[in-house]
């Protein structure tokens, strides 16, 4: 580990011609990058004494960037980089031999892991307290799926000149703790509906989300496995799909529920002519 320290010291030297174009990177790839601020290439220690936090993030962070560039770029020699940093990893901490981070499986490596969680890539509704709201959201769903079309027809330009590829809108959110009320009220009234009093209490966000044309997204994976991401596909769901770790799973038809651990590296694609 000394030398895995030093290596990254050095790596995040704010002087190295890398420092810069690896922030960049990261941050493109969604990872806060505020945290390789507190690492000193002199010493390759985090500043804060006895705080693994910074070096935790900062190693991770660098994993999920050799992993992009392995899979967007295909360079077949980051493979043995992203093997020597998931092993450094999960070998041993500084001073008293404990892992750095407690991951299983080198496609499942998220900034904070509790490894006394049940782990797998796909779950199902009766793994889980959704099943009545996933019944719920089929009972309704010929009128779901029609909102959602005539909402994406009327506002299509104007979303996609703030949003050209992919397309986030908030629902509901946890923190929030209010449904979003011009897209509730006035365009999915159904759908909003609907989950108002099947939502399960565990839920912290809804979102709508839209993938454009010959599209995908980043390769990335949520910040801690504690949650489960749960899609269900509105409309033109043909030449659209998900990948969880190794596996990708293809939407057959409008309707369709899945649900993946989002700590494992994932994507979302759109192959189709629409989006």
Request: net charge negative.
């Amino acid at each position: 580990l000394p030398f895995l320290v030093e290596a990254i010291g050095i790596l995040l030297d704010r002087d190295s011609m890398l420092y810069e174009p690896l922030v960049a990177q990261l941050r493109r790839l969604g990872v806060d990058a505020s945290s390789l601020s507190c690492w000193s290439a002199r010493d390759g220690v985090a500043q804060s004494d006895g705080d693994d936090s910074c070096r935790r993030e900062a190693l991770a962070g660098i994993l999920a960037l050799a992993k992009q560039i392995r899979h967007e770029e295909g360079f077949p020699e980051f493979a043995d980089l992203v093997a020597w940093l998931f092993e450094a990893g999960v070998s041993a901490g500084p001073g008293d031999d404990r892992p750095l981070f407690y991951w299983r499986h080198i496609g499942q490596t998220s900034v904070t892991f509790y490894p006394e969680l049940h782990s797998e890539p796909w779950w199902r509704s009766d793994q889980l307290e959704c099943g009545a709201l996933v019944q719920g959201l089929l009972g309704h769903f010929p009128t779901i799926s029609n909102e959602f079309q005539v909402f994406q027809q009327r506002h299509r330009d104007s979303l996609r000149s703030q949003h050209p590829d992919v397309l986030v809108l908030d629902l509901w959110s946890v923190e929030e703790g209010i449904w979003n009320d011009i897209i509730c009220r006035i365009h999915l009234p159904t759908l909003c509906d609907s989950m108002v009093t099947l939502l399960p209490p565990s839920v912290v966000a809804v979102e709508m989300l839209a993938v454009s044309p010959r599209f995908r997204t980043l390769q990335r994976n949520f910040e801690d496995n504690t949650q489960i991401h749960m899609y269900m596909s509105l409309a033109q769901s043909s030449g659209a799909w998900i990948r969880v770790g190794s596996d990708s799973q293809r939407l057959q038809q409008d309707g369709e529920f899945h649900m993946f651990d989002a700590s494992f590296d994932h994507e979302i694609g759109n192959d189709a002519a629409m989006e």
